[in-house]
């Protein structure tokens, strides 16, 4: 429902409960200003604490390292300015400021940021003479039901600080490849570009989710990440500075699978839909298709996809290093398997400019790039090309695997920085080298001729 519906649908409340036309509207009319205080109260609790985030960014998608701006939103959570936003706010971010409420402005560092459940923990620089700052308490989505008014606050747009009304349209909202581990708060108060990170607060004036995304056109269809999430990812981007989650290889599939069109007898478990190869799972000997039963002697179970977050979650908290228990189904046998999870690590690989060659590379990563893993567990490959330049002038194109420079091997961006300043050394003499990149699994040889200077045309 837009907000336009929310207010249409009060509206119509109030005038079929009026009396006969000539009687009293008294009670009607107290109890629509009393709806107006209830939204005003909860707004003033959580209103101060929005932050308005304006970053500078390192971005190497055009082919070349570029500082790029933004904006965002956040949301104060402690009075010594400890402040939640979003991952993909602060991605690559060389510096932070931010705008208060008041009108101070403060720099922020980076304490933690997840890219799994895309949450950021900043923290605001102050001084012992500073005020403390104006915090929101965060509340409990899992009261939530749909039809309960909510508020989004943020600055869409680059607009500083506002507020939109609406309902949550779905409290238990799955989005496919967007997050493993939470579902999300679905709610038609409008969430635009730059309210990311902002918070979405009840009537009660507690902050139940934080923005992350919402439909470019129509403006009615908003996703925030729910209170319950952020409650458990809080301390462990404080402590650990980030997700700190634990990798088992586990791909899962729930019992009631609508969009496979498959479904398994039974209410409990969850089914295994893959271990991945060279996973804890895979070396402790879980298969595809068993049925897990137990972690650690506490029942799973996962009827349809909404249920899949909370398992993967209840896997990937799992102390690392430490065997756990699985009680799985294997046809009519049950089984004890001890799985060892390892640290999951980095999300995202480290990227680097390469100028005259013109094209941007970053190390291949098993949860950013699974694709290319697939082809090679360690390696560089072409992130972003220049266009016009010399690497798309000689047929680079974006996601080769980068195997050879001339003779020598190139596993690593360091490799891989080292043949270019060998290269730029001798440009003057020498400005032909052979790559032999790997190619949608296809091996291949370029010629890349990095004679023209294009920063200089």
């Given at each position: 429902m837009s907000r336009w519906g929310v207010f249409c649908v009060l509206m119509v409340a109030i005038f079929v409960a009026m009396p006969a036309r000539g009687e009293s509207t008294k009670e009607d009319l107290m109890a629509a200003s009393d709806f107006r205080q209830t939204v005003h109260t909860a707004k003033q609790k959580v209103f101060p604490a929005v932050v308005f985030i304006r970053v500078l960014s390192e971005n190497y998608e055009s082919g070349r390292k570029q500082n790029v701006e933004s904006t965002g939103s956040g949301v104060i959570v402690s009075e010594d300015g400890r402040v939640l936003t979003n991952w993909h706010v602060i991605d690559n971010a060389v510096e932070i400021r931010c705008l208060l409420f008041d009108g101070r402005a403060a720099k922020?560092?980076?304490?933690?940021?997840?890219?799994?459940?895309?949450?950021?923990?900043?923290?605001?620089?102050?001084?012992p003479a500073d005020p403390k700052f104006p915090f929101a308490q965060i509340g409990d989505s899992d009261k939530l039901t749909e039809g309960d008014f909510v508020m989004a606050m943020g600055a869409p747009w680059g607009l500083s600080r506002s507020v939109s009304i609406g309902i949550i349209s779905c409290t238990r909202r799955y989005l496919t490849d967007v997050s493993e581990y939470n579902l999300f708060l679905q709610t038609d108060a409008s969430i635009s570009p730059g309210n990311s990170g902002g918070p979405l607060v009840d009537t009660d004036g507690r902050v139940v989710g934080l923005n992350s995304?919402?439909?470019?056109?129509?403006?009615?269809?908003?996703?925030?990440?729910p209170a319950s999430t952020l409650k458990t990812m809080l301390p462990r981007l404080a402590e650990f500075g980030a997700g700190n989650w634990a990798y088992t290889g586990i791909r899962l599939q729930p019992l009631r699978d609508f969009t496979r069109d498959m479904y398994f007898d039974g209410t409990d478990g969850v089914i295994v839909a893959q271990a991945e190869p060279n996973s804890p799972a895979?070396?402790?000997g879980v298969q595809t298709r068993d049925r897990?039963?137990?972690?650690?002697g506490k029942?799973?179970?996962?009827?349809?996809e909404e249920d899949l977050p909370a398992v993967r979650e209840r896997l990937a908290l799992a102390e690392a290093d430490k065997p756990m228990e699985l009680l799985v189904r294997r046809g009519a046998e049950e089984l004890t398997l001890k799985v060892t999870p390892r640290i999951k690590g980095k999300t995202q690989g480290e990227q680097k400019d390469f100028p005259r060659w013109d094209f941007t590379a970053a190390s291949i990563n098993q949860f950013d790039n699974a694709d290319l893993y697939f082809h090679r567990k360690q390696g560089v490959f072409v992130k972003g090309i220049k266009q016009p330049g010399n690497a798309v002038t000689s047929?680079?194109?974006?996601?080769?695997?980068?195997?050879?420079?001339g003779q020598g091997e190139i596993k690593s961006l360091e490799e891989l920085t080292t043949a270019h300043q060998a290269a730029m050394t001798n440009v003057d003499k020498e400005h032909r080298i052979l790559l032999t990149v790997l190619r949608n699994g296809m091996m291949r040889q370029v010629v890349l001729d990095f004679s023209r200077d294009y920063a200089k045309q």
């Open positions: 922020a560092t980076i304490v933690g940021s997840d890219k799994d459940t895309d949450l950021a923990l900043l923290q605001l620089e102050s001084k995304r919402g439909a470019m056109q129509g403006g009615d269809l908003g996703f925030a990440i895979a070396d402790a897990i039963l137990k972690i650690n029942s799973v179970a996962a009827l349809t047929g680079l194109q974006p996601n080769d695997i980068v195997l050879r420079i």
